[in-house]
């Protein structure tokens, strides 16, 4: 490909230093939720291994990892629909994550530790994920490669 045509490729254009800072705080935050899906499981296994509680909570919290594996690979690709993707979970989560940290607080400190660096580096990525600077980057065209 020719500099005239990298150019003319929008898919060619480097990726902000706003979305790449986003795309590794979201990747750090997910390898601390593995880390804790593997912790609490360990955690929580026992008292309410009768219930099948634990054994739920970490198959939901396993596809919910996948899903964010998938969407922050697409952010630093410039999906839209991945960067929405990632607004909604941490929307999701809110509500949740102030339930946990009451719950948690009498059981684990570590768990509510993580958990607070976690939610905190993804409420970082999303603002710069839709701060100025990352917009172009997700509002550009997906070009095709031309057959010349």
Same mark, same amino acid.
């Given at each position: 490909?020719?500099?005239?045509?990298?150019?003319?490729?929008?898919?060619?254009?480097?990726?902000?230093?706003s979305v790449r800072?986003?795309?590794?705080?979201?990747?750090?935050?997910?390898?601390?939720?593995?880390?804790?899906? #593997?912790?609490? +499981?360990?955690?929580?296994? !026992?008292? $309410?291994?009768?219930?099948?509680?634990? %054994?739920?909570? *970490? @198959?939901?919290?396993?596809?919910?990892?996948?899903?964010?594996?998938?969407?922050?690979?697409?952010?630093?690709?410039?999906?839209?629909?991945?960067?929405?993707?990632?607004?909604?979970?941490?929307?999701?989560?809110?509500?949740?994550?102030?339930? #946990?940290?009451? +719950?948690?607080?009498?059981? !684990?400190? $570590?768990?509510?530790?993580?958990?607070? %660096?976690?939610? *905190? @580096?993804?409420?970082?990525?999303?603002?710069?994920?839709?701060?100025?600077?990352?917009?172009p980057w997700f509002?550009?065209?997906?070009?095709?490669?031309?057959?010349?």
């Open positions: 490909m020719t500099e005239t045509q990298a150019g003319n490729n929008p898919s060619a254009s480097p990726i902000p230093s800072t986003a795309v590794w705080l979201l990747s750090i935050a997910w390898l601390l939720s593995v880390a804790l899906t #593997i912790f609490n +499981f360990f955690l929580f296994r !026992s008292p $309410l291994q009768s219930l099948g509680v634990s %054994v739920q909570a *970490t @198959l939901s919290s396993i596809c919910a990892l996948l899903v964010q594996a998938i969407a922050i690979y697409f952010i630093a690709r410039g999906s839209n629909v991945a960067r929405i993707v990632a607004l909604i979970f941490l929307l999701l989560a809110t509500p949740g994550f102030f339930f #946990i940290m009451w +719950f948690m607080s009498t059981v !684990s400190l $570590l768990s509510v530790s993580l958990s607070t %660096v976690g939610y *905190t @580096l993804r409420l970082i990525a999303i603002f710069l994920l839709f701060g100025p600077h990352a917009r509002r550009r065209v997906q070009s095709s490669p031309s057959v010349a």
